[in-house]
C-alpha cells in the first residue's frame, strides 16, 4: 500500500471510508511523510513510524498513548512529531508518552519517573 492507503485502511471498516484519504494526506504532510515515493516498502524505518502514528490519528483519538514514539527517528522528525504531539495536548487530548528521549519530555506538563519499578513523583515541567 501507499502512505496514504497505509493510513487510511482502518476507515474502510467504518460508516464513513470516503473521508479518510484526504486525512491520511493531511497527517502525512503534516508529520512529513513523503508520500510520492509509493508503497510504504520504500520509506525508511522513521518514516514507516510515521505513517504508524499517522494511522493512530486518523479517527482524532481523545486518548493518545505513545510508547518511545521518536526513536527510529531523526531529530528533524522527532521535533516534528513532539510538536504534533504538544499541538494535540494543548487541543484537549490526553497525551501519555513512554520515553528516554529528553527533548520530548521537556515539552510534558508533568513526568513521571521510574525507579526500580515503582513510580515516583511527579514533577511538573517548568514552561
Known sequence: LSAAA???????FGP????????????????GVP???GSVERLSRGERQ???VARALLF???????????ASL???A?????????????????????SHDRAILERAD??????HGSLAEAVPVAA
Open 74 to 76: 531523526d531529530a528533524a
Open 110 to 115: 508533568t513526568v513521571f519517573t521510574l525507579r
Open 16 to 31: 464513513a471510508p470516503g473521508l479518510a484519504p484526504d486525512r491520511a494526506e493531511k497527517l502525512l504532510a503534516e508529520l
Open 78 to 98: 522527532a521535533e516534528i512529531l513532539a510538536s504534533t504531539l504538544r499541538r494535540l495536548a494543548g487541543e484537549g487530548r490526553t497525551v501519555v508518552v513512554a
Open 50 to 52: 510515521r505513517v504508524a
Open 60 to 70: 482524532d483519538p481523545p486518548v493518545i498513548l505513545a510508547d518511545e514514539p521518536t
Open 35 to 37: 508520500v510520492s515515493r
Open 6 to 12: 497505509n493510513v487510511a485502511l482502518p476507515a474502510t
